[in-house]
């Protein structure tokens, strides 16, 4: 299945959601059971959704504790959290998920979106050892230890793409596309860098997931680059 016309994933997102009637249900799954694409992109709905899902009770779960940091040190301090957990698991089953589900915006980033795998490092290496330590917690989701060595390497070189890119990845990567989109963008600009391409399509993501759609129409792409014909298959997909 190539672009997913808009009609097919609203039928899938209906089938997700158990938003089907008995029939229409019956026959959505014995087209399924002949149609492997149709069935690779209902598995990746379920994925997406759970995803946001989880992202949003992570958000609640920090909120509850910023609202209570006193908690953070009481005895059996985990089972109050999971309180809060098992609350917000049953909450997400009626009204609350119509706060939390995806919009159409998080659901095609969540759809288009692949971290960058950053750059190999090498064991052992004596040079550049920040930097190594900086990839290394990029490489293992450790965002906010990246970021900072990241950012502490960019005030002693302030014209790197590299780090700028990387820093950029980092925020996109842990869910803060605003704070990504001045460091993407920088990169983006700058034609002769290695990262530009790749800077431009996580720019372009960026503001798709921020909700900004006439900012990610106005991200112009090479005419060779792939990324290009994705991103007006996204745009077409918010219309």
Known sequence: MSALDKPTFERIEAYVLDRMGADERLAFEQRMATDHALRAEVELERENILAIELGGME?????????????????????????????????????????????ANERLFAAHFRPDPGLPVVMGATEGHTFHDAMVAYKLGD?????????????EDPASDTLRFYIGCAELNAGRAERALPMLQAVADQERSVFARKAR????LALVRSGDRNAAAAVRFEVDDPNGAKARAVLSELN
């Not at 908690?71 to 698991?89: C, F, I, P, Q």
């Open 201 to 204: 399509w996580y720019a372009f």
């Open 143 to 155: 965002h906010d230890e990246a970021i900072g060595k990241f950012t502490a390497l960019l005030k």
């Open 59 to 103: 958000r609640l779960l920090k909120a509850a504790r910023a609202e209570h940091p006193e908690r953070r040190n009481e005895g059996g301090g985990l089972s109050t959290w999971l309180k809060y957990a098992a609350v917000l698991a049953v909450l997400l089953g009626g009204t609350l998920w119509f706060t939390l589900r995806p919009n």
